[in-house]
């Protein structure tokens, strides 16, 4: 990898790339890394690839493609109802929605209800963190009334908010100085009985 690891592919695979309208049939190594794709150099050779990074773009085989700096992804923005869906009277379901923005594969997200159109029919919908897998965002939702109630598609479901999501790793050799509670302290001392005993076995 780029910044040193070593991965052990899987195998190899010829697909269909489908990049702004031109399928591109390429051998891709088959490896568990969290990038979906990495186009390497012998793709950019084979396909005329070139990077124009100060007009946010490159040429990929005579047609040129709009590229996006993470830094421009909104952090907060709306999300709408992909196609139109009716919800039974005292139930829950999960619909779909499409984000208002264009995102990158991978961009992690809160989903929140503030629709007021949903509040007013009487249908909640839940809080929840997504991972955007490139087509559309599942939103679990529940028909709090006695009637059916239809959806529209693009209806606004609520808004998205980007989350920062980075392994934070660490070993903690020191106690927080914390004031706790009388009847939390007897909890607390389970706990680090506990925790030296996995620790000791590990």
Same mark, same amino acid.
């Given at each position: ?35 979906? #794709? #990495? ?41 709408? *109802?992909?196609?139109? #869906? ?38 909640? =919908?839940?809080?929840? *963190? ?32 980007? =989350? ?22 007897? =909890?607390?001392?389970?706990?680090? =009985? ?9």
């Amino acid at each position: 990898m780029a910044d040193g690891h070593n991965v052990r592919p899987l195998g190899t695979i010829k697909l269909p790339l489908l990049i702004d309208n031109q399928y591109i049939y390429q051998i891709f190594v088959v490896a568990d890394i969290d990038i979906p #794709v #990495v186009l390497g150099y012998d793709f950019m050779y084979n396909n005329q690839c070139v990077i124009d990074v100060p007009n946010k773009n490159l040429l990929l085989n005579s047609q040129t493609v709009d590229c996006h700096l993470e830094s421009q992804i909104p952090s907060l923005f709306k999300i709408s *109802i992909d196609k139109q #869906v009716t919800i039974p009277p005292n139930s829950e379901t999960i619909i779909h929605a499409l984000p208002n923005e264009k995102l990158p594969y991978g961009t992690t997200m809160i989903l929140d209800n503030t629709s007021q159109s949903f509040k007013n029919k009487g249908v909640l =919908v839940a809080k929840s *963190i997504c991972t955007f897998k490139g087509d559309n965002l599942p939103l679990r939702v529940m028909n709090m009334t006695d009637l059916p109630q239809t959806l529209y598609k693009n209806t606004c479901a609520g808004t998205a908010e980007t =989350v920062c999501s980075e392994n934070i790793l660490g070993n903690i050799n020191a106690e927080p100085d914390l004031v706790l509670p009388e009847h939390m302290q007897v =909890v607390i001392e389970n706990v680090k =009985v506990t925790l030296r005993w996995i620790n000791a076995k590990l």
